[in-house]
């Protein structure tokens, strides 16, 4: 079946550095990729997502591009803030018949002044 | 517009008891989904509705687990004889359903406590 797999956590980095959290997946056909972070007393919230392969999600300064060939949607960002420490969730959607989100098993960030 | 809204937001019950967990999807939504975020198993998918079809159940861990989703809109999950493994974050999203690659939004969650 279906699988996601995130980067043992968690991860403490200063205010600026830069961010890799890696993702990779196994799926049948051509699923398409999403990250969802989950703000500390918050709900989930789409980061970005990505539907075919080579494409490019980015938003808040967040980038991931999905690569068939490595089977994978690592999450990038130059220069981290305070307010990006959160819980990142890597996950797909095989397009099947429920379009039901398989998730990571999401990876803390902490992020310090 | 409003987002999608679960009550109760916290649960206390104990071991044995009924509890019943509600989801408000946006509003034209036609697509809901349960999720059950744990510590021991993560983010899990439970069941999923999508109009009047008859709901995808392949998630539920066991029959002590239902969920109704009435008129199309308002569904509740229902946990029987609850057990301290289900004990979580029980989460609802719903999706417009114009293709499946929509983006599922998700509710704050309903934290459930077995005692």
């Known amino acids: 079946g279906d699988s996601v797999t995130q980067m043992e956590g968690p991860v403490t980095l200063s205010e600026e550095a830069f961010l890799t959290i890696n993702c990779t997946y196994t799926?049948?056909?051509?699923?398409?990729l999403f990250w969802y972070v989950q703000y500390p007393g918050e709900g989930l919230q789409l980061l970005l997502k990505?539907?075919?392969?080579?494409d490019k999600g980015s938003n808040k300064g967040f980038e991931a591009t999905y690569r068939k060939e490595t089977t994978s949607f690592h999450l990038e960002k130059g220069s981290v803030q305070v307010s990006d420490s959160a819980v990142y969730f890597c996950?797909?959607?095989?397009?099947?018949?429920?379009?039901?989100?398989?998730f990571g098993k999401g990876i803390t960030l902490s992020v310090r002044p | 517009g409003a987002g999608v809204s679960q009550s109760p937001s916290n649960k206390v019950t104990e071991k044995g008891k009924d509890v019943e967990l509600r989801c408000d999807p946006i509003?034209?939504?036609?697509?809901l989904y349960w999720y059950r975020q744990s510590l021991g198993q993560g983010l899990e998918f439970l069941i999923y509705?999508?109009?009047?079809?008859?709901?995808?159940k392949s998630g539920l861990p066991s029959d002590r687990f239902s969920a109704e989703r009435t008129g199309g809109s308002v569904s509740t999950l229902t946990i029987q004889r609850t057990q301290q493994e289900d004990s979580a974050v029980y989460l609802c999203?719903?999706?417009?359903?114009?293709?499946?690659?929509?983006?599922?939004?998700f509710g704050p969650g309903t934290r459930l406590t077995v005692l």
């Open positions: 799926a049948t056909g051509y699923p398409s």
């Open positions: 990505a539907t075919k392969a080579d």
């Open positions: 996950a797909l959607s095989g397009g099947g018949a429920n379009s039901k989100l398989t």
């Open positions: 509003s034209g939504h036609t697509a």
């Open positions: 509705f999508q109009g009047n079809s008859a709901p995808d």
């Open positions: 999203a719903s999706r417009r359903e114009i293709a499946g690659t929509d983006t599922q939004y």
